[in-house]
């Protein structure tokens, strides 16, 4: 099974930058413990920190799955929600070109 490779990215509205940092470090401490994550590197963009780009890859199709249905991530994306200018984290994912 080939890894899954993706990154997810949202932008803070105006004044809640801050939480949004709070809340996407506590969930990569929770990610970094899932088995199948591979990487979990969070980004912000450097002429506009209130951008954030997260870079993810997992074991493979099952692990991803694992951390799609990981409680904490619910919980995060349920604050997120209202934290945010679009609706919900916009998603990429990726392949590896040779």
């Given at each position: 099974m080939a890894a899954?490779?993706?990154y997810a990215e949202f932008?803070?509205?105006p004044g809640q930058e801050g939480i949004v940092a709070d809340l996407i470090a506590g969930l990569a401490?929770?990610?970094h413990r899932e088995p199948g994550n591979e990487v979990f590197t969070v980004y912000r963009e450097r002429d506009n920190p209130a951008k954030f780009f997260v870079f993810e890859r997992y074991a493979d199709?099952?692990?991803f799955a694992a951390h799609i249905g990981a409680?904490?991530?619910?919980v995060f994306n349920g604050k997120l929600g209202d934290l945010i200018e679009e609706d919900g984290s916009q998603l990429t994912f990726l392949t590896e070109s040779p």
């Open positions: 899954v490779t993706l932008t803070a509205k401490d929770d990610v199709d099952d692990a409680p904490y991530g619910a």
